[in-house]
T-cell receptor, first 111, second 113 residues
Framework: DAKTTQPPSMDCAEGRAANLPCNHSTISGNEYVYWYRQIHSQGPQYIIH???NNETNEMASLIITEDRKSSTLILPHATLRDTAVYYC????????????FGTGTRLQVTL | DGGITQSPKYLFRKEGQNVTLSCEQN?????MYWYRQDPGQGLRLIYY???????QKGDIAEGYSVSREKKESFPLTVTSAQKNPTAFYLC????????????FGPGTRLTVT
């Protein structure tokens, strides 16, 4: 699985959009980009994933650059409950295999 | 309610004792996983199982053992051979569908003194 690079921490004001970047310059053509988040002392929660097209669900949007070397997770209206560590992971889909978690980005949403 | 349960939430043991962590899922998922998380770190894979009666070592399997006798259960035993067992242990499962996103349990925090 390709390695990812994320900033260690970010702040966002409540109600504003939170844009979390991820670099994955060595991603392969069959590797998807997954995002998970982990609220303190809880298990990680799946957010969204994509291959090359932008994706949106009820939680977030995922924007993947045309060359697929980077992506951005967007939380459109951040709330205090979005304070968590966000992990960007790239892996081949369709296989029951490990998720390689780095240290992620710690997002702090403030009033 | 479908989901993954882990018990207990907190577990304390003396050094030299084996301890078994429970993981049960009612999502009808084929695959199950065990991860370990140390403070300020990401998750590391201990073992995973794609089907009943079969499992594979992950990145840090030494000092751990598992069994998969039932689809819904994947217990993890932390043996006395594990040198630094104190950690947060997370169980996950995934289905055999297209996206394979993993669903995580609430975790068990094990402290060995």
């Amino acid at each position: 699985d390709a390695k990812t690079t994320q900033p260690p921490s970010m702040d966002c004001a409540e109600g504003r959009a939170a844009n979390l970047p991820c670099n994955h310059s060595t991603i392969s053509g069959n590797e998807y980009v997954y995002w998970y988040r982990q609220i303190h002392s809880q298990g990680p929660q799946y957010i969204i994933h994509g291959l090359k097209n932008n994706e949106t669900n009820e939680m977030a949007s995922l924007i993947i650059t045309e060359d697929r070397k980077s992506s951005t997770l967007i939380l459109p209206h951040a709330t205090l409950r979005d304070t968590a560590v966000y992990y960007c992971i790239v892996r081949v889909s369709g296989t029951a295999s490990k998720l390689t978690f780095g240290t992620g980005t710690r997002l702090q949403v403030t009033l | 309610d479908g989901g993954i349960t882990q018990s207990p939430k907190y577990l304390f043991r003396k050094e030299g004792q084996n301890v078994t962590l429970s993981c049960e899922q009612n999502l009808n998922h084929d695959a199950m996983y065990w991860y370990r998380q140390d403070p300020g770190q990401g998750l590391r894979l201990i073992y995973y199982s794609q089907i009943v009666n079969d499992f594979q070592k992950g990145d840090i399997a030494e000092g751990y053992s598992v069994s998969r006798e039932k689809k819904e259960s994947f217990p993890l035993t932390v043996t006395s051979a594990q040198k630094n067992p104190t950690a947060f242990y997370l169980c996950a499962s995934s289905d055999s569908g297209y996206s394979y996103e993993q669903y995580f349990g609430p975790g068990t925090r094990l402290t060995v003194t």
